[in-house]
């Protein structure tokens, strides 16, 4: 979700204000040499054609730093991507991927771990309010806080409030910037000239003497427009573009790589987005920040009441190869405006249908809810306590007993 204090209005989201899909692929069978070219020649010079019209109007080259154009007059044709509606019932054989289970879905929950009293308090209240406890718990990791720079061992310290819980799985959500968007942040070309290197190799460093697997989102909702990584943003001056996020992403990777962190698995997650942002793509333009399978783990999204639940299809079958995690889920009042077709259903049926719709998707392996305060708590809407206690309560949801 955005940030604890985003949102639009009166009410901030855990984006701007606190650690609150499919391109079009042209393929056909791999040619062999022997096969003449000649009787594809029509279909090459059509394709040809087709391109030399795109490029002619576009607003943005269609090569290059920006792949699609996020701005006042944005080039729509470069931005709608087909939208398959159909989720594979049966994805592709595959290899579990790390922390994946075969079986089980990971029951989280996003919980704040600036201390540990203040995370055993929320702890105990969300289990309480849950009547089960989670196997999988996550929590936001700034670099800045309203302006001041945060100690990089505060990631271990994360850890290791979180490693409190036995039999649990943390979650690392991390910021390269202050989670208030009008703190510092790394720019993309310091990160890239490798200026920036010592803080990923520390924590990397950091990852490894914890010691145990855990799961890592590096600058998530990236398609939104509330966060300083995003094209969209303009806030302030940024130098973030799609094309840099996905240098960014790889260039972590590696450093998390060569430098001994192997226990952590890396999550990518996109926003699922109701409202639009003029004539942007919400839905599908998620895809411009993808880095690559090979440096991706999980593919997941935060999912809120403003998006009909048939928006997950989009990102189910983009991904078939990779476990998804609702990296943050949940209701809060102002979202229902922007939930299509409507009527909007209300809350408390959202949330039932979310659990719902977990069983829709066969590489559904994690949910984590964003039990942050008031504005989303469960028990906000005394209807949901019931409907969240009877959905988390299915033995699919693995607890931490």
Known sequence: MESPKHRTGSLLRLHDCQPSRCSVRIAGPRENAMNPLMPRLPILSALLLGLLAVSRTAAVPLEGDRPFDHGDDPNVGLMQYAKLKQVPEHPPARSLAPLELPDKIYHGVLLNTDTQAGFDKRYQQYVSVAGKKPSMIGCFAPMWSKGAELPLESSLHRLKVIDSVPNVIPFIKLYTGDWDPSGPFLKADDILSGKEDWRFIKLAELSKEFGKPYLLSINHEMNGDWFFFSELYKKQPTDWTAAK???????IHKIFRDHGADKVAFAWCPGAMGRSFGKYDSINGYKAYYPGDDVVDWVGASFYNDVNHYALDNLAATYPNKPIILAEWGTEP??????????????ARHMEMTFEFCKRYPNLKAIIYFYWGKDVDIERVPEQVEVYRKGIADPIFLSND
Not at 334 to 347: H, I, S, V
């Open 334 to 347: 102002p979202r229902g405006k922007w939930y299509q077709p409507k009527p909007y259903p209300g809350d």
């Open 245 to 251: 996020f996905k240098l960014v992403w790889r260039r």
